[in-house]
């Protein structure tokens, strides 16, 4: 669907578009199978070996990609067709958990064998979450694209809160059933994507470029550099990962000094993905009603009072109602976030904007991890969480007084880039 079409539907809500159901709904199912396998590969690995390094370098290796492929990636979406490049990756992802299914039956997998299908997995993620990034605005009119963005958080959410349960029972019952589950995801995802209208991007900007690779990621590093607002929310999105990504482990660590089961420990960290849920379908009504900066600025404060709040709390139940609590923002912040590249960026550069700007928030997932570990190590879960309460209430006062953050205009008030 091309943009002008995109535009023409500007009265139809999402649920009748039918591009956009077709392309949600069948994410849906293979973003579930993906949790389901994410949970079961280092399952199947501690089955096989009774390794937990090894077991630890399936997650490695699935998140590999996110490091060295996503600005090389970034430039080639941009230069390929973006329908074709997420019918190859959903096509080659069903084709690699065909592999692993016929592996198993035959009892003819290695753990190296594993690493290349996880890693060749996590390559697939990486370009088909690009394509469909820069491919939205071409599915949904401009002033949809918040409702659309807060729907696809949704759906990640729901998947995780489903996706890793899902795949504990699978695993249980059989350990071959969950990549069954995952193949015919895969399977489900690329017959829904088969039914998308081709047109997800200007032909003007497709195959005709002449400009070496480097060339190509360069632009869009230069572009994020220069847009003083998307470069300021980028390196504060970075900087509050360094947090909340690692949260969990600390959350953890915490609740086993505390003496909790792990069935708790469970539960509790069931709550946040609950209200995050809850807080992607309310983000779009937050961002129609609320300023950009308040949006910004209070989500930090939330974040910085409730992580100060975690440090005083003896019971695991708490600590995860707490962290709940404090979920509810992080759908509507992702929103202002991603609306703003998507008003700002030229759509020949879509996909190197998300390419560059995600190289900065998910580079800093394994940084953060890095951190905690040291941090546990040092000062313990309390200690930790004294010192990430520190840092967010300093980070949220910095923040409030920034002027780019202050005077940012809404989406809809800036001029469609060329």
Known sequence: MSESLASSAVARPLWRNRDF???????VVSTVGMRVTTLAYPLLVLALTGSPFQAGLVGFAQTLPFLVLYLPAGALVDRWDRRHVMLAADGVRAALLGLVVLALTVDGLSVAALLAVVFIDGACFVFFQLAESAA???IVPRHQLPTAVAQNQARELGADLAGRPLGGALFAAGHILPFVADLLSYVLGFLAMLFVRPGLQNRSDVDHRRRGLLADISEGLVWLWHQRLVRALVALTGAVNLVLSALTLVMIVRSQELGASPSLIGVMLALPGGTAIAGAFAAPWLHRRLRPR??????LWLWACGTAVLMWLTSPLALGAVVAVTALAEPAFNVVVTSYRYALAPDRLQARAVSAARLITWGAVPLASLAAGGLLQSLGARGTLVAYAVFMV????????LPVIRQAPRTEEIPRPE
């Open 136 to 138: 939205l605005p071409h």
């Open 294 to 299: 308040t949006v910004v600025i209070g989500s």
């Open 21 to 27: 159901m077709l392309l949600w709904s069948g994410q």
């Open 394 to 401: 300093v980070l949220a006062a910095v923040v409030t007084t």
